[in-house]
T-cell receptor, first 117, second 114 residues
Framework: AQTVTQSQPEMSVQEAETVTLSCTYDTSESDYYLFWYKQPPSRQMILVIRQEAYKQQNATENRFSVNFQKAAKSFSLKISDSQLGDAAMYFCAFNSYGSSNTGKLIFGQGTTLQVKP | DSGVTQTPKHLITATGQRVTLRCSPRSGDLSVYWYQQSLDQGLQFLIQYYNGEERAKGNILERFSAQQFPDLHSELNLSSLELGDSALYFC?????????????FGPGTRLTVL
């Protein structure tokens, strides 16, 4: 069974600083996608960034970037120049489309990020 | 605004009752997913429909059922409700049925079972 683990229940960062959220996953599949979703206090789930497993280049979206280490099955999210609006719960998610043949997402437990002014 | 709508936003009911949650996907999206977010279980996939057909099933209880209608909206039916069914239920939609396609989430329905 595939699992996603976020070992940091809570993190905090000073405004304008950089923070890294960790995520590890377990799978025997070779074809999969990884995602980071943000859930602010409004509870809306917002896609932050995604990474295709077959791509060696790490994905980047403005201030958000990932460090994808396929051999180590690690997928961390780096937030640069943190802003107050980044405060939220962040979920790492996995989809193995190779064998499961669906788009269902498997989520980690989440990391609550606090941004201090 | 993701373009996915869910009704109602909040639902308070009693144990043993039955409720229906409704989801309208983004225009053009054929795939609908249902997820449950609870304090003890986290975010869990329940079921997926694609163009009216069930595509995948997760840890969905037998008391729960869903369907997708010809106009592509979906309903999640929860029956014989228990206290432990209290959770936030999300609907998400995507164009296709498989992994790389981005899923857009609705605002969720908060279910409270008393």
């Amino acid at each position: 069974a595939q699992t996603v683990t976020q070992s940091q229940p809570e993190m905090s960062v000073q405004e304008a600083e950089t923070v890294t959220l960790s995520c590890t996953y377990d799978t025997s599949e070779s074809d999969y996608y990884l995602f980071w979703y943000k859930q602010p206090p409004s509870r809306q789930m917002i896609l932050v960034i995604r990474q295709e497993a077959y791509k060696q280049q790490n994905a980047t979206e403005n201030r958000f970037s990932v460090n994808f280490q396929k051999a180590a099955k690690s997928f961390s999210l780096k937030i640069s120049d943190s802003q107050l609006g980044d405060a939220a719960m962040y979920f790492c998610a996995f989809n193995s489309y190779g064998s499961s043949n669906t788009g269902k997402l498997i989520f980690g437990q989440g990391t609550t990020l606090q941004v201090k002014p | 605004d993701s373009g996915v709508t869910q009704t109602p936003k909040h639902l308070i009911t009693a144990t043993g009752q039955r409720v229906t949650l409704r989801c309208s996907p983004r225009s053009g999206d054929l795939s609908v997913y249902w997820y449950q977010q609870s304090l003890d279980q986290g975010l869990q996939f329940l079921i997926q429909y694609y163009n009216g057909e069930e595509r995948a099933k997760g840890n969905i209880l037998e008391r729960f059922s869903a369907q997708q209608f010809p106009d592509l909206h979906s309903e999640l039916n929860l029956s014989s409700l228990e206290l432990g069914d209290s959770a936030l239920y999300f609907c998400a939609s995507s164009v296709e049925w498989w992994g790389p396609d981005t899923q857009y989430f609705g605002p969720g329905t908060r279910l409270t079972v008393l």
